[in-house]
């Protein structure tokens, strides 16, 4: 089992930044990637982006490049999502999951954390 708990979410206001957390812990050896994704009310879970545990190889999703910045800290066992410029529409609950592929879309992730809320406020 690998567990996973987000932190770091919170209300915003237009154009601030927030810095996310996962902290993972558990059969970390099974891990091959990290990823994180976010689900507004009402909507689909959506890919932010991924990076690989070991060689940290990233990828995003196409509307996420330029605000949004994945990395991960080996030593802390955690990755962290950098959001830059926040905007009404990022608001929403975001997730850190892991999976033992690399993956841009949600099945192939077998662990995933709880949650944290990001509001950004206009």
């Known amino acids: 089992q690998v567990q996973l708990v987000e932190s770091g979410g919170g209300l915003v206001q237009v154009g601030d930044s927030l810095r996310l957390s996962c902290a993972v812990s558990g059969r970390t050896l099974s891990t091959y990637a990290m990823g994180w994704f976010r689900q507004a009310p009402g909507e689909e879970r959506e890919f932010i982006a991924v990076?690989?545990?070991?060689?940290?190889?990233?990828l995003y999703g196409d509307s996420m490049k330029g605000r949004f910045t994945i990395s991960r800290d080996n030593a802390k066992n955690t990755m962290i999502l950098q959001m830059n410029s926040l905007k009404p529409e990022d608001t929403a609950v975001y997730y850190c999951?892991?999976?033992?592929?690399?993956?841009?879309?949600?099945?192939?992730?077998?662990?995933w954390g709880q949650g944290t809320q990001v509001t950004v406020s206009s």
């Open positions: 999951a892991a999976s033992s592929s690399l993956a841009t879309y949600a099945g192939p992730y077998q662990y």
């Open positions: 990076i690989t545990w070991r060689e940290g190889t990233t």
